[in-house]
T-cell receptor, first 114, second 115 residues
Framework: KNQVEQSPQSLIILEGKNCTLQ??????????LRWYKQDTGRGPVSLTIMTFSENTKSNGRYTATLDADTKQSSLHITASQLSDSASYIC?????????????FGRGTQLTVWP | EADIYQTPRYLVIGTGKKITLECSQT?????MYWYQQDPGMELHLIHYSYGVNSTEKGDLSSESTVSRIRTEHFPLTLESARPSHTSQYLCASSVQSGHNSYEQYFGPGTRLTVT
């Protein structure tokens, strides 16, 4: 069964600190993995996308890693800001779907305190 | 910022009412999707469309229906709303970004409350 598991479920950090969010997946055959940021009451917005051959990708203060062998990914946030408070969702797509089917994790709810 | 719009953003209605949630995109994308999301839970695909006159049910059973008469428009209808339909509904559209790889763009969502 294709699944995406994220940890921790929630996280509170102080402004300026770094943090790392984890994602494990069982989706097969693997196409790509995305990290989305979803602000409360809004739709998800893509942060990074990685294919099988990529093991790291950065977008400003966000750095995602991918280990396709162990089927694990992480999202590292550097020098957190109050605006980083949001849900971060790991999303995996499979290569066999012409629909562009996505498998979603439940997200990690990040709260940044001043 | 993706050009995909949803209205209304928030809706509170009574049980038994018929409602239509609107979704429009101006990017010319063929594939469109409706997701349902409860607080703290993952998004569940309830409907999708490959293009005009194409609609399919998703993974999560839903009493809602959809139509796709125009490329840019993908409305979702509930004939008789119930409290169990209370949820956030997200619309998305996608464009191919690689071999069998599609980038999905999400609308802002409609928060539906049925009393």
């Amino acid at each position: 069964k294709n699944q995406v598991e994220q940890s921790p479920q929630s996280l509170i950090i102080l402004e300026g600190k770094n943090c790392t969010l984890q994602c494990n997946y069982t989706v097969s055959p693997f196409s790509n993995l995305r990290w989305y940021k979803q602000d409360t009451g809004r739709g998800p917005v893509s942060l990074t996308i990685m294919t099988f051959s990529e093991n790291t990708k950065s977008n400003g203060r966000y750095t995602a890693t991918l280990d396709a062998d162990t089927k694990q990914s992480s999202l590292h946030i550097t020098a957190s800001q109050l605006s980083d408070s949001a849900s971060y969702i790991c999303v995996v797509s499979d290569r066999g779907s012409t629909l562009g089917r996505l498998y979603f994790g439940r997200g990690t709810q990040l709260t940044v305190w001043p | 910022e993706a050009d995909i719009y949803q209205t209304p953003r928030y809706l509170v209605i009574g049980t038994g009412k018929k409602i239509t949630l609107e979704c429009s995109q101006t990017m010319g994308h063929d594939k469109m999707y409706w997701y349902q999301q409860d607080p703290g839970m993952e998004l569940h695909l309830i409907h999708y469309s490959y293009g005009v006159n194409s609609t399919e049910k998703g993974d999560l059973s839903s009493e809602s229906t959809v139509s796709r008469i125009r490329t840019e428009h993908f409305p979702l209808t509930l004939e008789s709303a119930r409290p169990s339909h209370t949820s956030q509904y997200l619309c998305a559209s996608s464009v191919q970004s690689g071999h069998n790889s599609y980038e999905q763009y999400f609308g802002p969502g409609t928060r539906l409350t049925v009393t």
